[in-house]
């Protein structure tokens, strides 16, 4: 079973940040939190990943609760193509397969 | 340089057939990954290699399904005996080592007629 919740569905307005949120409360001290996200009939594509500090890369950035508890997604101007499904997801360093939740469909409009 | 490739990229049989679905990784990596999607449905792991090896088979959904890899490279997932709920796209991924970020190829889109 997926360790995280989103939301179904979001929408977002053509060059605004678009934040995701992703609650994982039963997150263990060893486990990262992945994104990934999937266009419509490809296959998913690596965004960012973190343990406790805040990252960030040329897709997006991630913010992770001191707690870790929750965490967001956040792509800072948001274009038509990043119109995805989003998934979240918790993974040990060692010993456990990716699990892939429902996600959030992301629509951004113009 | 050059992502994970998939072959073919379509695939449409007709039931009790057998089928092969090929998986090339990105050179280099040692982890390969099969999944599974269902149409509107999240993704399903199947089965994954650890160079040739492939230590957990329990995510197969029946013994119709199989999967070699041969040279630490290429994989085949193979279905014998395809059934209508077959129907999916198969997507594999790669990692440089196991449980490393994966990078996904385009995915097979298998039809059962």
């Known amino acids: 079973d997926a360790k995280t919740t989103q939301p179904p569905s979001m929408d977002c307005a053509e060059g605004r940040a678009a934040n995701l949120p992703c609650n994982h409360s039963t997150i263990s001290g060893n486990e990262y939190v992945y994104w990934y996200r999937q266009i419509h009939s490809q296959g998913p594509q690596y965004i960012i990943h973190?343990?406790?500090n805040n990252e960030t890369n040329e897709m997006a950035s991630l913010i992770i609760t001191e707690d870790r508890k929750s965490s967001t997604l956040i792509l800072p101007h948001a274009t038509l193509r990043d119109t995805a499904v989003y998934y979240c997801i918790v993974r040990a360093s060692y010993g456990q397969n990716f699990v892939f939740g429902p996600g959030t469909r992301l629509s951004v409009l113009p | 340089g050059a992502g994970v490739s998939q072959s073919p990229s379509n695939k449409v049989t007709e039931k009790g057939k057998d089928v092969e679905l090929r998986c090339d990784p990105i050179s280099g990596h040692t982890a390969l990954y099969w999944y599974r999607q269902s149409l509107g449905q999240g993704l399903e792991f199947l089965i994954y290699f650890q160079g040739n090896s492939a230590p957990d088979k329990s995510g197969l959904p029946s013994d119709r399904f199989s999967a070699e890899r041969t040279g630490g490279s290429v994989s085949t997932l193979t279905i014998q005996r395809t059934q209508q709920e077959d129907s999916a796209v198969y997507l594999c991924a790669s990692s440089p080592q196991y449980q490393e970020t994966q990078y996904f190829g385009p995915g097979t889109r298998l039809l059962v007629l």
């Open positions: 973190g343990l406790k």
